[in-house]
T-cell receptor
Framework: GNSVTQMEGPVTLSEEAFLTINCTYT??????LFWYVQYPGEGLQLLLK?????DKGSNKGFEATYRKETTSFHLEKGSVQVSDSAVYFC????????????FGTGTKLQVIP | DTAVSQTPKYLVTQMGNDKSIKCEQN?????MYWYKQDSKKFLKIMFS???????INETVPNRFSPKSPDKAHLNLHINSLELGDSAVYFC????????????FGPGTRLTVL
């Protein structure tokens, strides 16, 4: 079955540091890949997505590239801000069918001034 | 315009009681979900409905009963509440035959005393 593995947190960084949160997946077919962000006290919201191999999703300075050869979708940001403190979830979804979306376990990011 | 809304936002109740959480989406999506998030932020799917029909039912106690009166609404009724039911419950919706991007509600924090 499908699965998503992402690095355990918490991750603590100083403001303006470089961020990488690793995500690898196992799937059949050609899934779409997502990063969701959950700010404290809120629901999850889509941060970025990529629907096919070699696509790069980007939003708010965050980027992730769909790497089929390494089955990875690592999240990166060049310079984090305190406002980026949140929990980040990698997820995998299959289009064209009624399979559930598979979420990773979440990585908590804390950015300190 | 709220895309996915849930009521109530907070719910505090005694063990053994019965309670309901309501969810509505105005995105025109055909599929709705209930997720449970525990204190470690782990997100677990409970149910999924497509056009009022149950399509995913994970291993959830039968004290939990989802009801979908129409494709814009998915309510969750919980009987005989237990301490372990304390969690944040998220409703979500998606258009499955696209990339299945999930749109989440703000969550309902359920506390069972």
């Amino acid at each position: 079955g499908n699965s998503v593995t992402q690095m355990e947190g918490p991750v603590t960084l100083s403001e303006e540091a470089f961020l990488t949160i690793n995500c690898t997946y196992t799937a059949t077919g050609y899934p779409s890949l997502f990063w969701y962000v959950q700010y404290p006290g809120e629901g999850l919201q889509l941060l970025l997505k990529a629907t096919k191999a070699d696509d790069k999703g980007s939003n708010k300075g965050f980027e992730a590239t769909y790497r089929k050869e390494t089955t990875s979708f690592h999240l990166e940001k060049g310079s984090v801000q305190v406002s980026d403190s949140a929990v980040y979830f990698c997820a995998l979804g299959n289009s064209g069918g009624y399979q559930k979306v598979t979420f990773g376990t979440g990585t908590k990011l804390q950015v300190i001034p | 315009d709220t895309a996915v809304s849930q009521t109530p936002k907070y719910l505090v109740t005694q063990m053994g009681n019965d309670k309901s959480i309501k969810c509505e989406q105005n995105l025109g999506h055909d599929t709705m979900y209930w997720y449970k998030q525990d204190s470690k932020k782990f997100l677990k799917i409970m149910f999924s409905y497509n056009n009022k029909e149950l399509i995913i039912n994970e291993t959830v106690p039968n004290r939990f009963s989802p009801k979908s009166p129409d494709k814009a609404h998915l309510n969750l009724h919980i009987n005989s509440l237990e301490l372990g039911d304390s969690a944040v419950y998220f409703c979500a919706s998606s258009q499955v035959l696209q990339d299945n991007e999930q749109f989440f509600g703000p969550g309902t924090r359920l506390t069972v005393l």
